[in-house]
């Protein structure tokens, strides 16, 4: 079997919290949610990947790698819509605002 596409490299441990972290879980919404996809390790991940890439998990080496043109990533980066909280409630808003990604506990901040 032969796989073609662009890699993304991360390191081990990746887990659901990275992959979409807990402060955007108030919407059910896959395009609200892929509008986050890995931003606590990778802010332009989200802007940047396509169907067809290859994601390859290297979190120890804190690394990504992907063969983009500039211009292939500046034209991707504004396709990307812009994230709209679906958050409803004060509470709502406030966690998803202050909670921490799971990867530094997950907690409440000021």
Request: charged fraction near 25%; proline fraction near 5%; aromatic fraction near 8%.
């Amino acid at each position: 079997m032969k796989l073609q596409g662009k890699v993304w490299k991360y390191g081990d441990n990746i887990d659901t919290d990275v992959i979409i972290p807990a402060r955007y879980l108030v919407t059910t919404d896959p395009q609200a949610l892929a509008a986050h996809c890995m931003e606590d390790i990778d802010a332009a991940f989200a802007g940047e990947v396509q169907p067809g890439d290859i994601i390859e998990i290297d979190l120890d080496a804190r690394s990504l790698n992907v063969r983009l043109s500039d211009d292939e990533l500046q034209r991707r980066l504004a396709a990307l819509p812009p994230f709209k909280s679906q958050a409803t409630s004060k509470w709502l808003r406030r966690y998803a605002h202050f909670v921490t990604s799971a990867d530094t506990g997950a907690v409440l901040t000021d």
